[in-house]
C-alpha cells in the first residue's frame, strides 16, 4: 500500500516563497505520476500541477503558472513543490496524490489512487 505525507505548509507573508514536500512509502514511487491539489475553505478542491514518473513532463494552473515549480526526487521517494511569490489567494490546504501507472501528466482528481492528508498553507497580506 503506497502512502504519501505532505510537509512543509506554514504562514507566510505575500510575496513569500515555501517549499512542500511529498514523502512517498510503500515503494515503486519511481513510476507513479504525481499531482498538487488545493482547496480553500468553502470552495472546491482544483488542481495545482502534476509532474510524470520520470519528471520529464510537468503541467501547472494558470493561476500557479510561473510562480510555482513542481519537480521529484525518485531516488528519495520524494517529490516537491516549489511556490514564490506567495499570494493570499493561494491560502489553502495543499494536497499530494499519486497515481500509479500511465506515462503522462494528470490534471483530474479521479485519475489519482493515493492521497496525502494535506498540509495547510496561510499567505497573510
Known amino acids: 500500500q503506497v502512502r504519501v505525507v505532505e510537509s512543509g505548509g506554514g504562514l507566510v507573508q505575500t510575496g513569500d516563497s515555501l517549499r512542500l514536500s511529498c514523502a512517498a512509502s510503500g515503494g515503486g514511487f519511481s513510476s507513479y505520476g504525481m499531482g498538487w491539489f488545493r482547496q480553500a475553505p468553502g470552495k472546491e478542491r482544483e488542481f495545482v500541477g502534476a509532474i510524470s514518473w520520470s519528471g520529464s513532463s510537468t503541467v501547472y494552473a494558470d493561476s500557479v503558472k510561473g510562480r510555482f515549480t513542481i519537480s521529484r526526487d525518485n531516488a528519495k521517494n520524494t517529490g516537491y513543490l516549489q511556490m514564490n511569490s506567495l499570494k493570499p489567494e493561494d491560502t489553502a490546504v495543499y494536497y499530494c496524490?499519486?497515481?500509479?501507472?500511465?506515462?503522462?501528466?494528470?490534471?483530474?482528481?479521479?485519475?489519482?489512487?493515493?492521497w496525502g492528508q494535506g498540509t495547510q498553507v496561510t499567505v497573510s497580506s
Open positions: 496524490a499519486a497515481r500509479h501507472g500511465g506515462g503522462g501528466v494528470y490534471l483530474s482528481a479521479t485519475d489519482y489512487d493515493y
